[in-house]
C-alpha cells in the first residue's frame, strides 16, 4: 500500500489537499470535480487492489469511528460516528458481573467521547453516553476524580476466578491484602452449553477410510482430500474397469458375487496430518480382512501388542472402541521412532 500511495500521489492527475490512510481506509480532501478521476487514476495502478469511494453527505463523512463535519467556514470538527443500525445496547447492569466490569463499559464509553470529540460536539456526546448507560441500568463513572499516588507493591501472579456474588468477590478482597489481583471470569452462556447447529457434512473430509465387500474382505485407503471424493474416483475405476490402477476395480471384477457397498463407506479416522493418517491406515490395514494390494505405511514392532488387542476386539463384537486415535496424536514421535528402526 505504501509503494501504491507513493505512485499514485507522483502520478496522480490532482495533489489532494489532505490525504491520510489507516490500514486500507484512507480520508482525502480534493476539488469534487476530481473525485471520480482520481478514483480511477488509484485503480489503475495495480488491478489486484481496487478501490470504492464514499462522498461526503450532509457536510458530514465517518471515518473508521469518528464523523467528520464541515463546518460553514470550511474548518472541521468530529465527534463519535454511530451506524444508522446502533441500538444502544451494552452489558446489561443486573446481569451476573462483577462490578468493576459493569463500571467499565461507562468508563470506556466515556473515555472515547473524550478521545474522539472536539470541544463542540463533546458535552452532546456525553449526555448521549448517560442516556445509554440509565437504559441499560449501568453505573455512570465519576467525570472528575483526583489522581491518588499509588503504593508501591509487589508484582504477584493474578488469580482468575468465576465470579459468584457475594463469594469470589470476598475472596478477591482477601487476595488484595496480599497484593494479587483478581481477574472474575463470566459463567458460561447458554449457547455454549449447547451443541452447534450447523452439523458436519458426512465424508466431506480428510481422514482413512473403509470400503466392504460382500465377500466378507475390505479395503482400506487413506486420502488428504474429502473422502467422498476419494469415494467416487473408486466408483470411477470400477465404472471404466481400471484395474491395474485400483484394487478396488480389481476385486470387483475377480468374480461375479464381489460387490462393493459404494452405498456404505465407512470413516475409521478424521485426519488432515499426513503422518498420523498414514500410521491409522496401517493399523486398519492389520486389523481388518482386506484385499488391499499393499499394507500401507511401515509400523514398528512395538505396535504388535496393541494391533493384536484390535484384533481380538473385533472377532469379540461388531463395532470396537476406537482406542487406536490416543497413540496417533503425536505423529513426530511416532515417525523418528521409525527412522530409527
Known amino acids: 500500500m505504501e509503494d501504491l500511495e507513493e ?4 502520478s496522480g492527475p490532482i495533489t489532494p489537499r489532505f490525504y491520510k490512510r489507516y490500514v486500507d481506509d484512507t480520508f482525502t480532501i480534493l476539488p469534487s470535480d476530481l473525485t471520480s478521476a482520481f478514483l480511477v487514476h488509484l485503480n489503475s495502478i495495480n488491478k489486484n487492489i481496487q478501490f470504492t469511494m ?3 453527505a450532509n457536510n458530514s463523512l465517518a471515518f473508521l469511528d469518528i464523523l467528520i463535519i464541515k463546518n460553514p467556514d470550511n474548518t472541521l470538527s468530529h465527534t463519535v ?3 444508522p443500525t446502533h441500538t444502544n445496547k451494552y452489558l446489561n447492569g443486573d446481569s451476573h458481573h462483577h462490578p468493576s466490569q459493569l463500571a467499565t463499559v461507562g468508563k470506556s464509553l466515556f473515555q472515547r467521547a473524550h478521545h474522539l470529540c472536539d470541544a463542540e460536539h463533546l458535552e452532546d456526546e456525553l449526555r448521549q453516553v448517560k442516556l445509554a448507560l440509565h437504559q441499560n441500568k449501568l453505573p455512570v463513572p465519576r467525570q472528575h476524580r483526583r489522581s491518588r499516588t499509588k503504593p508501591p507493591t509487589v508484582e504477584r501472579q493474578p488469580a482468575f476466578l468465576p465470579y459468584v456474588k457475594g463469594v469470589t468477590d470476598r475472596i478477591g478482597n482477601i487476595l488484595k491484602r496480599a497484593s494479587i489481583k483478581t481477574v472474575y471470569k463470566p459463567h458460561k452462556k447458554v449457547s455454549q452449553f449447547l451443541r452447534p447447529i450447523k452439523s458436519n457434512i458426512p465424508l466431506q473430509t480428510a481422514g482413512v477410510y473403509k470400503l466392504e465387500c460382500e465377500c466378507g474382505l475390505s479395503y482400506i485407503g487413506q486420502t488428504k482430500r474429502s473422502i467422498g471424493t476419494r469415494v ?7 465404472k471404466n474397469r481400471r484395474s491395474s490402477k485400483s484394487a478396488v476395480c480389481e476385486h470387483a471384477l475377480d468374480k461375479p458375487n ?3 457397498r459404494f ?3 465407512q470413516i475409521l479416522a478424521r485426519e488432515h ?3 498420523p493418517r498414514m500410521i491409522r491406515e496401517a493399523i486398519e490395514i492389520q486389523k481388518h480382512p482386506n484385499f488391499n494390494r499393499e499394507d500401507g505405511w511401515r509400523l514398528s514392532n512395538t505396535w504388535d501388542p496393541l494391533i493384536k488387542n484390535l484384533k481380538s476386539q473385533i472377532q469379540q463384537t461388531a463395532r470396537p472402541k476406537d482406542t487406536v486415535s490416543a497413540f496417533c496424536v503425536q505423529p513426530e514421535r ?5 527412522l530409527r528402526n
Open 54 to 56: 464514499e462522498l461526503e
Open 232 to 238: 467416487k474416483e473408486h466408483i470411477g475405476d470400477v
Open 263 to 265: 452405498d456404505k463407506p
Open 81 to 83: 460516528y454511530r451506524k
Open 334 to 338: 511416532y515417525s523418528r521412532h521409525q
Open 7 to 10: 505512485r499514485a500521489l507522483r
Open 273 to 275: 496430518r499426513f503422518i
Open 258 to 260: 464381489h460387490f462393493i
